[in-house]
């Protein structure tokens, strides 16, 4: 998550979009006094207390010096709701609020091979992890894209990009922004996961539980199942 003064815009970090290479990509050109959340040396700004920034920022003001110290973050992926109740006024009508999304089921493969990687299951099998793990302890409410981006069902974010069209919708989000130039995107995480499409991991089971899981960003976002 970005909250940025110097362009005014926030970036909603999502699940599985590419978001780290965004947010590095977006974080590149921000301000000294811009907010980057994360907990790497990427994120030179990053702040543990952000939800006191309404305050904090009147402060710094007040007396004429940054007010951002150095520290490690993990509120970077709150979602809009979050953000848009602690920085609230001006910055919720006049900042340009970001977001990038991508086909739940495609993701939702993501997930797998990504937990799989951090040792945070032992499943071999994308099906059986799904049956057995994800649907069973609400793992997936996390991944939700709508919960990013809807408060009360109405959806807050000015510029929805989409991980199908990453690199083109990136540009356009550059051009918004007004930079001269655009960052590149470094894909860190990218690796994890096999060559294929998604759809070749699904039995019709898992299908229809991704389809029950995920019914509001499918009907939201205009996603549907699709194969080869």
């Known amino acids: 998550m970005i909250i940025s003064d110097t362009h005014q815009f926030l970036y909603i970090k999502t699940r599985k979009t590419a978001g780290t290479s965004i947010q590095t990509a977006l974080g ?14 990427l994120h030179q700004n990053s702040w543990n207390r952000w939800w006191e920034y309404p305050i904090a920022r009147a402060q710094s003001a007040m007396l004429g010096r940054n007010f951002w110290p150095h520290a490690r973050k993990y509120s970077k992926h709150a979602t809009i709701s979050d953000v848009m109740s602690v920085i609230g006024g001006t910055c919720q009508e006049s900042y340009l609020k970001i977001a990038f999304i991508r086909n739940p089921f495609d993701l ?28 069973q302890d609400d793992q997936w409410r996390a991944d939700l894209l709508h919960s990013y981006t809807h408060i009360n069902n109405v959806c807050h974010i000015d510029f929805i990009g989409r991980y199908e069209n990453l690199n083109q919708d990136y540009h356009k989000l550059c ?24 759809s070749t991991f699904y039995t019709p089971q898992s299908r ?9 960003d499918l009907r939201l976002f205009d996603y549907r199942f699709e194969s080869l």
Do not use: M
């Open 108 to 135: 939702v493969v993501s997930r797998f091979f990504w937990d799989g990687y951090k040792q945070r299951h032992d499943h071999s099998s994308f099906t059986s992890w799904v049956e057995q793990d994800y649907c």
């Open 28 to 41: 590149s050109c921000c301000g000294a006094d811009d907010y980057i959340a994360g907990n790497s040396a």
């Open 208 to 216: 229809a539980i991704i389809e029950r899981l995920f019914s509001d």
């Open 175 to 198: 051009e918004l922004l007004g930079f001269s130039s655009y960052p590149g995107l470094s894909f860190q995480k990218a690796g994890f996961r096999p060559n294929g499409h998604y």
